[in-house]
Nanobody, 122 residues
Framework: QVQLVESGGGLAQPGGSLRLSCAAS????????MGWYRQAPGKQRELVAQITSGCSTNYADSAKGRFTISRDNAKNTVYLQLNSLKPEDTAVYYC????????????????WGQGTQVTVSA
């Protein structure tokens, strides 16, 4: 019904930057909250940042001041700008979206992307 495709991960040096993108497609009436989560090896998945349809944002303490979440509602796309990267930011980053799906009585469903690897290393 709805697919989320992430891009933009890769290798960065400490202090460097990356920009992640996540594009949603499919039977979308409206996307409510979108967000980015991450999961490091041996750890639980954790919230990095969220953004509402009205562009209110919420960040994990570890992301405040370094990461910026934004969205383009016309493109059904959410972005995560990662600045001042640290080795502890190394993880698989997952996109998340809460979508009102066409043809489902406009029920809201939660979708996840496949994940994109971010590695921060010198």
């Amino acid at each position: 019904q709805v697919q989320l495709v992430e891009s933009g991960g890769g290798l960065a040096q400490p202090g460097g930057s990356l920009r992640l993108s996540c594009a949603a497609s499919g039977l979308i009436f409206r996307i409510n909250a979108m967000g980015w989560y991450r999961q490091a090896p041996g750890k639980q998945r954790e919230l990095v940042a969220q953004i509402t349809s009205g562009c209110s944002t919420n960040y994990a303490d570890s992301a405040k001041g370094r990461f910026t979440i934004s969205r383009d509602n016309a493109k059904n796309t959410v972005y995560l700008q990662l600045n001042s990267l640290k080795p502890e930011d190394t993880a698989v980053y997952y996109c998340n979206a809460n979508v009102l799906v066409i043809g489902s009585g406009f029920r809201e469903y939660e979708y996840w992307g496949q994940g994109t690897q971010v590695t921060v290393s010198a």
